[in-house]
């Protein structure tokens, strides 16, 4: 069974390879879509694109913010040397200058040295795949921890869910409950009303009959109350096969709310019809909680 995710997470990992310190740092927030931005030193940047494919891998929703930095701790094997022809060239520059103009002759092995390009440096050509997987590693060590956090909310976020669902389970019961006897209620206004019309004329209870099945017919919330509570049973089947479940929650709720607002156009009983501002509360309290879902 998978678990119910929060979209949003934190995971840090570090550790030492080949003489590297590689750091690693995921965040992420609420997002429609993944939006995965990975920074990288310039030395790892042809990494981006395998950072990326770890990251959508294990997330589908959100974004997420992946932040590297990476520490070299051996000493490289690093080869300096003169760069001859351009050593030389400033020389004879200088010397041209003494001569020309007779200016001071003060040439000297530091002055040479701020000179541009009069030494060459080389480096041993690092191995991308090693440096790539040195990298990625550490990537799912911080995706781990991410991960982790993620589920730990997302098990709070179902736990109110779950709550929420048996809140409006209860007050569909009412609705349901109450319904028949808002036409009784209806029925027996309508005969007193009759009653006081007509004085002593015999009452035609047919037309009382008619009339109340009428009312019954406007009022009847059966089917509504019926589908509603499909919807919480999709909504616990959702909970329950866990993944990233937030757009399936997100359209189940616009369905349950249509519902809802049709439930409420029906009653005409100020109570029921406080119970289905109560239903749509809750439901307002999932669509928010369900925004942080993955």
């Given at each position: 069974?998978?678990?119910?995710?929060?979209?949003?997470?934190y995971?840090r990992?570090t550790k030492?390879?080949?003489?590297?310190?590689?750091?690693v740092?995921?965040?992420?927030v609420n997002?429609?879509?993944?939006?995965?931005?990975?920074?990288?030193?310039?030395?790892?940047?042809?990494?981006?694109e395998?950072?990326?494919q770890?990251v959508?891998a294990?997330v589908?929703?959100?974004?997420v913010?992946?932040?590297v930095?990476?520490v070299?701790?051996a000493?490289?094997d690093?080869?300096?040397?003169?760069n001859?022809?351009v050593?030389?060239?400033y020389?004879?520059?200088?010397r041209?200058?003494?001569?020309?103009?007779?200016?001071r002759?003060?040439?000297?092995?530091?002055?040479?040295?701020?000179?541009?390009?009069?030494?060459l440096v080389e480096?041993?050509?690092?191995?991308?795949e090693?440096?790539?997987?040195d990298l990625l590693?550490?990537v799912?060590?911080?995706l781990?921890a991410?991960d982790?956090?993620?589920?730990?909310e997302?098990?709070?976020?179902?736990a109110?869910l779950?709550?929420r669902?048996?809140?409006?389970?209860?007050?569909?019961?009412?609705?349901e409950a109450?319904?028949?006897?808002?036409?009784?209620d209806?029925?027996?206004r309508?005969e007193?009303?009759?009653?006081?019309?007509?004085e002593?004329?015999?009452?035609?209870?047919?037309?009382?009959?008619t009339?109340?099945?009428?009312?019954?017919?406007?009022v009847?919330?059966?089917?509504e109350t019926?589908?509603?509570?499909?919807?919480?049973?999709q909504?616990?089947?959702m909970?329950?096969?866990?993944?990233a479940?937030?757009?399936?929650?997100?359209?189940?709720?616009q369905?349950?709310?249509?519902?809802?607002?049709t439930?409420?156009?029906?009653?005409?009983?100020?109570?029921?019809?406080?119970?289905?501002?109560?239903?749509?509360a809750?439901l307002?309290?999932?669509?928010?909680?369900t925004?942080?879902?993955?």
């Amino acid at each position: 069974m998978k678990l119910i995710k929060s979209m949003t997470g934190y995971g840090r990992a570090t550790k030492t390879l080949h003489g590297r310190e590689i750091t690693v740092e995921l965040r992420s927030v609420n997002n429609r879509y993944l939006d995965c931005t990975v920074k990288l030193p310039r030395s790892f940047s042809f990494a981006e694109e395998a950072v990326k494919q770890m990251v959508k891998a294990s997330v589908s929703r959100g974004k997420v913010d992946v932040f590297v930095s990476v520490v070299t701790q051996a000493a490289e094997d690093v080869q300096v040397s003169l760069n001859v022809p351009v050593l030389e060239g400033y020389l004879k520059a200088m010397r041209a200058m003494v001569d020309t103009y007779g200016v001071r002759d003060e040439i000297t092995t530091a002055a040479l040295s701020r000179l541009p390009e009069v030494f060459l440096v080389e480096k041993p050509e690092a191995d991308q795949e090693e440096l790539k997987a040195d990298l990625l590693a550490v990537v799912e060590m911080a995706l781990a921890a991410y991960d982790t956090m993620r589920t730990v909310e997302g098990g709070a976020l179902e736990a109110d869910l779950r709550s929420r669902k048996a809140t409006i389970l209860s007050l569909v019961e009412q609705v349901e409950a109450g319904n028949p006897q808002t036409v009784a209620d209806y029925r027996a206004r309508l005969e007193a009303k009759m009653r006081e019309v007509l004085e002593n004329t015999a009452i035609d209870e047919s037309r009382i009959l008619t009339e109340a099945a009428i009312f019954a017919d406007k009022v009847a919330v059966d089917e509504e109350t019926v589908r509603l509570r499909s919807h919480l049973s999709q909504m616990e089947e959702m909970l329950t096969t866990g993944g990233a479940t937030g757009r399936k929650l997100d359209f189940l709720l616009q369905e349950m709310n249509r519902e809802a607002n049709t439930i409420g156009s029906k009653c005409t009983d100020v109570r029921l019809a406080r119970v289905v501002v109560d239903i749509k509360a809750e439901l307002e309290k999932i669509r928010e909680q369900t925004q942080n879902i993955e």
